[in-house]
């Protein structure tokens, strides 16, 4: 796509999260890497609801505005280290989902094998530690996990996702979102299951195949009453 159709599809992607309720007022930002040195992303202080192409930035990958009359979110920084450890990515969401936020404040990675789907296109969601917005704490936390994850929870703060363009990376934020939020009625009704080590292993050859690379939930080893079982497991 040319700029103009990536600002566009980010304006696109941007009233998505506005509208499923993922940000609040001017919250969450948006990127996607347009050539080795060049990021288009969203400008601070705007609700990602209301965004139109025109209000886009464009930086190199120091952070430095090439284009632009707005100014970028001080939390582009975490993007653009995603960007720096994984050349592969060519997009970066960050958003607030409720329930997926939650998790983060809690301290409760999403890293439990309880939905098939979730093995497979999501992996495990780790929480990168604590840091102070604006400063380089949050991308040095966020560093560590880039390269063995599609998609993390920031500890009292929110959801980052990444993938190798904007659609991807949206869906990676609306399956994280989905995950946490079924985690959570689970968790209401007590009786967290968990799928077995060999069902978890059925899933990674297909994640394999699909070509999605990350580290994915090891299951439950042996059967004790929460995991669901193969029948042979039960013999």
Request: hydrophobic share 40%; net charge negative.
């Amino acid at each position: 796509m040319n700029h103009h159709d990536v600002k566009e599809e980010i304006c696109r992607v941007g009233k998505l999260i506005y509208d499923k309720g993922f940000v609040a007022a001017n919250d969450g930002n948006i990127s996607v890497k347009v050539a080795e040195d060049r990021v288009i992303t969203t400008p601070t202080g705007v609700s990602k609801g209301m965004m139109t192409p025109e209000m886009m930035v464009t930086v190199n990958l120091d952070g430095e505005v090439i284009d632009g009359q707005l100014r970028p979110s001080s939390e582009l920084k975490m993007h653009l280290r995603v960007y720096k450890e994984r050349p592969d990515v060519q997009a970066v969401v960050h958003a607030h989902p409720p329930h997926a936020t939650a998790f983060a404040i809690a301290g409760i990675p999403l890293d439990k094998a309880i939905l098939p789907e979730a093995v497979v296109t999501l992996g495990t969601i780790p929480i990168a530690e604590y840091g102070t917005p604006g400063t380089e704490e949050i991308p040095d936390s966020v560093a560590k996990y880039v390269k063995d994850h599609n998609g993390l929870l920031l500890e009292s703060h929110g959801a980052l996702t990444w993938a190798k363009d904007l659609m991807a990376a949206y869906f990676l934020m609306e399956s994280l979102e989905f995950t946490a939020t079924i985690s959570f009625y689970v968790k209401q009704l007590g009786a967290e299951r968990q799928l077995s080590t060999s069902r978890v292993a059925e899933l990674r050859e297909i994640r394999e195949r699909m070509g999605i690379t990350g580290k994915t939930p090891d299951g439950l080893s042996s059967p004790d009453g929460r995991s669901i079982v193969d029948p042979k497991e039960r013999r």
